[in-house]
């Protein structure tokens, strides 16, 4: 491929400027909708914008059971991916709340959904991440959702705790716990190291490799730990409980390892408040 011979430090100029005529053009054509950010302006995973949203809401009805009168939480909602295919299916009382640790992903949400749909509402939370918000102002593990106990039906987080590490991912389990009423879901996307995964992982056909240990957890680039986080899965179902979510038998594993047999790219927990 072309890219490889391109100098390191021009592939991000280079993809700036491509990122910025394609979406001169698609507006010129009336390519994009209004709820779809300019290409430039997404800074979320791999995968077509809407396409990947629109599967996550049926996972989040099918497998999380979200209805459209319940009351949502986006732990980490970048620039509403998961959001704008939403506005569709939650109805008053139904609302919709997400916060986010990069300001140009609220700024886009708050100025392009919330006018046109008053039940979904964007908050930046100022905290550290090393790759994706260095100059956060506060820790992870100390930050408290800005939202009272018993709160929501339904708490989800896609690609979020597979950036975090361990005291900071236990941390926002708890707080997930305090927000949602009792018998509330979380829908959460993970890396699950278990003894398939470890195994698949190693091979050729896996995307990742999280050979190195950290701390608790176990990352793939040591010069960028947040990056790409996996945990051990019995860690994980631990953590849960410890703070009165059960995940049960509701585990959907990814096919991030090269598994054929799989849901969607993460692992998918689904647990509920006891």
């Not at 995973?45 to 009351?71: T, Y």
């Not at 959702?145 to 991912?169: A, G, I, K, Q, Y």
């Not at 949602?180 to 699950?192: D, E, I, N, Q, V």
């Not at 790409?228 to 390892?257: K, M």
């Amino acid at each position: 491929m072309l890219r490889q011979f391109i100098p390191g430090a021009l592939k991000k100029p280079i993809k700036r400027t491509y990122t910025s005529v394609v979406d001169y053009s698609e507006l010129l054509f009336g390519l994009r909708d209004r709820l779809t950010p300019p290409r430039s302006k997404i800074f979320i995973g791999a995968g077509d914008f809407r396409v990947v949203g629109q599967e996550f809401k049926q996972h989040f009805i099918q497998l999380g059971g979200l209805k459209p009168n319940e009351s949502v939480l986006d732990v980490g909602c970048g620039i509403g991916r998961m959001a704008v295919p939403l506005t569709d299916y939650l109805t008053s009382p139904g609302s919709y709340e997400g916060f986010d640790i990069v300001s140009q992903g609220i700024d886009w949400c708050q100025r392009m959904i919330t006018p046109r749909f008053p039940n979904f509402h964007f908050q930046l939370a100022d905290v550290y991440n090393s790759h994706y918000h260095p100059s956060g102002q506060y820790q992870a593990h100390e930050y408290r959702f800005p939202f009272e106990d018993n709160h929501f039906d339904f708490v989800f987080l896609t690609s979020v705790f597979t950036h975090m590490p361990v005291r900071e991912t236990a941390h926002y389990i708890a707080e997930i716990s305090r927000v949602l009423k009792p018998s509330g879901r979380c829908f959460a996307t993970f890396f699950l190291l278990n003894e398939e995964s470890r195994r698949l992982m190693a091979e050729k056909t896996s995307q990742y490799n999280f050979q190195y240990e950290l701390e608790g957890r176990y990352i793939f680039n040591p010069l960028d730990p947040d990056l790409g986080t996996a945990f051990d899965e019995s860690w994980v179902t631990d953590t849960l409980n410890q703070h009165g979510l059960s995940a049960r038998t509701s585990i959907y594993p990814g096919r991030w390892c090269g598994r054929k047999d799989a849901t969607t790219f993460q692992d998918i927990v689904v647990a509920y408040k006891r």
